[in-house]
């Protein structure tokens, strides 16, 4: 396989794999129909697991057992469906769903979707029966909020007692919020209270009786909608979570995409999607505007507009598709399209007109997945250093122009211009993406060599190699990690550390995910003629991570040179905290020559960090946030009496207040961003005076952003210590 090549597509055909001619599929019944292409995906997938997946499991009784309690966590992770003798009923198919997933019967999936079905209208029933009735919030009552502290209901009284408190609770919490605005109100310190009067819509002030009804009325309304989106779900949701119960034991990333999710992927990957421009979220039974992007075809077009409800969509002159109703996902769907087709829009403004609106689909550019850079300087330091963000590792592969490495090259050419001292390089919450940019994104910092070890689930091992010799930068590197550093992130860190071409500061430790992941298309062969319909794809855990030493980051992540107090250190949510990950382990090692032009001293630089960091209001306050969070964390048997939920909010408050960091660091200067975006979203000069308006604020972010972390000023200060340490170095060389 091409180490370039992540996502892939396989047409399997099995001896096994019944005939079904064309005519015999279009007399079938729209329910045979779905049952057979049911059918056919889980065969498909049972071989390509069978086959391709890394671990090699065996598909058996002792693995249907994980996945029969791996079922109930995808339909009611909560524990606030099923009952007790729900699951003891159906305790029957534990082991046998390894036979259901090889026969393509599945009968378990039949009748936990009967079950939670009946059960949602008995609950939403319930809902209506309580919130007849007011709340009363003096009664020393409580709720547990972990699901994995709470068993399955042993009747069905018991879980309707468990939902009244959800919603009594619900309502308590929306009280209380209202109490809150309402102080703020009454003492005019409502931010935004001189906007809402120019609009006519000034909050007026409210009674403690109207607050309380206010809440619970939002509350019921809440969970009639919540009940309703989950009636909405079709069967291949359903099937969905049921094929990835299974899937989901193999390891933590092999997933089934049915066709609309695998879309929703290409998008994610690539960075991009072909369409009008604007971000959409659901207002009730309403699809409404939030947000138009900059330079997409809606923000060209300029009549659609943030708070437009969208009514219905229309491809070019055909019959338009009723919105209303559908969840946004589904509405989205009508509204992308190939670029240069039409959409017809049917919107309602916010002064109740409504208008039909025509927009030419065009390429999104999702310009939150893509790098950017701006030069970082601090006024109590004499350096001026590079810096590029990395959110992911984006790559379009229909675009060979458009990938993270070729963003990156052209941000250290621009930057390299400004004389930098030195470069960071931030993949902090940097998830991973496509593999080929961690190899060539290491090869823009070194000369050429081993990158990372693959090994396959028949044991062989590929080496994946920098071959190009040219280094764009050769200058001091910092590489920025934290948790949410992931896969090809770890790859591109671990690499670093390895040839001692960077110093990598972060927290503790990476995530640890150190698997390769492919997309295999759920394809039929020629046996299945008539079946034109996409069944979707799996995204299999193919291969494994390793350095060049020979060390695994699956499970463990790669350790920084300089670890930092962790914000999110109380937290599990790491590669080795999923259920089903994959060990860790060695191979054998790869010969490499380190990095040559110069040296850290680490030592010296980790010493001289932590006497800053222990000096530093800023890391005391996220060391003493963790230690409150780490003890606050299995706290989950809630209060639902009035006035202690007041009490412990107001000494939650005191103590998350204390802990907040909200000085930005003005000694920090952030410098060279605009022309950074400019050059990512290829803005025309036609474009350019409105694309500025939206600029300015994006800006405003971006500089908030990093002057008040105080990760980034730590490493400017340990960016100067290396470049201090090199000239003195070059000075006692010289003498």
Not at 406 to 430: A, F, S, Y
Request: aromatic share 8%; charged share 35%; glycine share 6%.
């Amino acid at each position: 396989m091409k180490n370039f090549i992540l996502v892939f597509a396989l047409a399997l055909g099995f001896a096994t794999t019944p005939t079904i001619h064309a005519e015999a599929r279009q007399s079938q019944s729209p329910a045979a129909k779905a049952n057979a292409k049911e059918k056919l995906t889980g065969l498909l997938i049972r071989e390509q697991l069978s086959r391709y997946h890394y671990t090699q499991k065996k598909l058996d009784d002792n693995l249907s057992k994980l996945a029969f309690d791996e079922v109930f966590k995808r339909f009611d992770y909560g524990r606030q469906f099923f009952l007790q003798k729900d699951v003891d009923k159906l305790a029957k198919y534990r082991y046998k769903l390894d036979n259901e997933l090889m026969e393509g019967e599945y009968k378990l999936l039949d009748e936990i979707v009967k079950i939670y079905l009946e059960r949602i209208d008995q609950l939403n029933a319930y809902r209506k029966e309580v919130f007849k009735k007011k709340f009363s919030f003096k009664e020393d009552e409580r709720l547990e909020l972990d699901p994995e502290k709470r068993k399955f209901a042993k009747s069905l009284d018991e879980l309707k007692d468990h939902w009244r408190k959800v919603y009594k609770q619900s309502v308590l919490n929306n009280y209380i919020a209202s109490l809150e605005s309402q102080k703020e109100l009454k003492e005019g310190k409502k931010k935004d209270k001189k906007k809402d009067k120019k609009k006519g819509k000034e909050e007026k002030i409210l009674t403690d009786k109207e607050m309380r009804e206010k809440a619970h009325k939002s509350v019921n309304e809440k969970y009639e909608k919540f009940f309703a989106r989950l009636k909405k779900d079709k069967r291949m949701d359903h099937f969905e979570k049921y094929i990835n119960a299974i899937a989901g034991i193999y390891d933590p990333h092999t997933n089934y995409f049915p066709p609309k999710r695998k879309e929703d992927f290409d998008i994610d990957i690539s960075g991009q999607l072909e369409g009008i421009g604007a971000v959409l979220q659901e207002d009730g039974q309403f699809i409404k505007v939030v947000r138009i992007v900059p330079g997409g075809a809606a923000w060209r077009q300029k009549e659609l507009e943030v708070d437009d409800i969208i009514l219905s969509a229309g491809e070019g002159d055909g019959e338009p598709k009723d919105l209303v109703n559908l969840r946004v996902d589904e509405a989205v769907r009508y509204i992308r399209g190939k670029k240069g087709t039409i959409v017809k829009l049917t919107v309602k403004k916010a002064d109740g007109s409504r208008k039909v609106i025509p927009i030419e689909r065009d390429v999104v550019q999702i310009e939150a997945s893509y790098a950017k850079g701006s030069i970082l300087e601090h006024k109590d330091l004499g350096i001026k250093v590079g810096y590029i963000h990395v959110p992911k590792f984006y790559r379009d592969f229909n675009n060979a122009e458009r990938s993270c490495t070729q963003d990156v090259l052209m941000e250290l050419k621009r930057l390299k211009k400004q004389k930098i001292d030195g470069m960071i390089l931030d993949l902090r919450n940097n998830g991973g993406g496509a593999l080929t940019d961690a190899q060539e994104m290491s090869g823009l910092f070194i000369k050429e060599g081993p990158i990372v070890q693959i090994r396959k689930h028949t044991g062989d091992i590929d080496v994946l190699r920098d071959t190009n010799e040219n280094i764009t930068y050769d200058g001091p590197l910092i590489v920025m990690v934290n948790r949410f550093s992931a896969s090809a992130s770890e790859i591109l860190a671990g690499a670093m550390q390895d040839y001692k071409r960077a110093v990598i500061v972060g927290g503790e430790n990476t995530h640890g995910k150190g698997t390769v992941q492919a997309i295999l298309e759920v394809t039929p062969s020629r046996l299945w003629m008539g079946m034109s319909e996409p069944l979707g794809a799996m995204k299999m855990t193919i291969q494994k991570f390793y350095r060049i030493t020979g060390v695994s980051t699956q499970f463990k992540g790669v350790t920084p040179d300089i670890i930092l107090p962790d914000p999110m250190g109380y937290a599990d949510n790491r590669e080795q905290d999923l259920d089903h990950a994959i060990p860790w382990d060695t191979v054998e090692a790869q010969k490499y020559d380190e990095w040559k032009q110069f040296s850290y001293n680490l030592n010296g630089l980790i010493k001289a960090s932590k006497k800053r960091v222990a000096k530093s209001d800023e890391f005391k306050k996220i060391i003493d946030s963790v230690d409150y969070l780490r003890k606050r964390k299995d706290d989950t048997l809630v209060s639902l009496n009035l006035k202690k939920v007041l009490k412990e909010d107001e000494e939650s408050k005191k103590m998350t207040d204390s802990f907040k960091i909200e000085k930005e660091n003005k000694k920090i200067v952030v410098s060279h961003f605009e022309e950074s975006l400019m050059a990512h979203e290829k803005v025309e000069k036609a474009d350019l005076k409105r694309w500025k308006k939206d600029f300015e604020q994006r800006k405003e972010d971006w500089v908030k952003t990093l002057t008040k972390d105080p990760m980034i000023g730590e490493t400017l200060f340990i960016m100067n210590d290396i470049v201090h340490d090199m000239k003195a170095k070059k000075l006692t060389k010289a003498k």
